[in-house]
């Protein structure tokens, strides 16, 4: 279940959101950008972010999943992969929620093999004291604790994605 008021509000999400889509939109000025987002989850928060930068960009999507249930299961299986080519050009990499950083650190170095001038990394969340991995993040939106959150691209089991909110997922007993 989901506790009764949300955790990180539209309002507040979207001021963030509008930010960072301000600081991309000056840093990548004049340069060919590839948002590269990460699904399923960061759908919500890639097509509210790209809506709000200001240049010209390429978007492109990864589908990968290491999650089973509340666990992460160290195992990053990519189920669909990038049609852009990388080579020689600047790419953003769009992710939900940093854990323990294992699927970024994956995703990290596939795209790194393709070469790209520059590749950074924007997080909607960052549940940094659970981190495994060390992933390095260029612009993050909110520093979580860890709770299990749910909504606004995250889910449960393949639930509460449509959230247009984030909550903290309690579970029953
Ligand atoms: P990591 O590999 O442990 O960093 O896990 C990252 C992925 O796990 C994210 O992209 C999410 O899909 C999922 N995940 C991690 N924490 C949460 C959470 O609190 N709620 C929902 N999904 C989560
Ligand atoms: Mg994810």
Redesign the pocket.
Known sequence: MITGKPFLTEETISKRVRELARKVSEEYKGRDLVVVG?L???FMFFSDFVRQIQIPITIDFII????VM?N?T?K?EIHADLREPLRGRHVLLV????????????IRGSVLNRAPDTLKICTL?D?RE????N?PLDYVGFT?PN????GYG???NGHYRNLPYISV?KKSH
């Open positions: 990460l399923k989850g960061a990968a999943s290491s999650y509340t992460t160290g990053v992710e939900d929620i940093v854990d323990t950083g294992v699927t970024l650190n994956s969340l549940k659970r981190r495994e991995v992933v979580v709770f299990f959150l749910v995250l889910d449960f997922f």
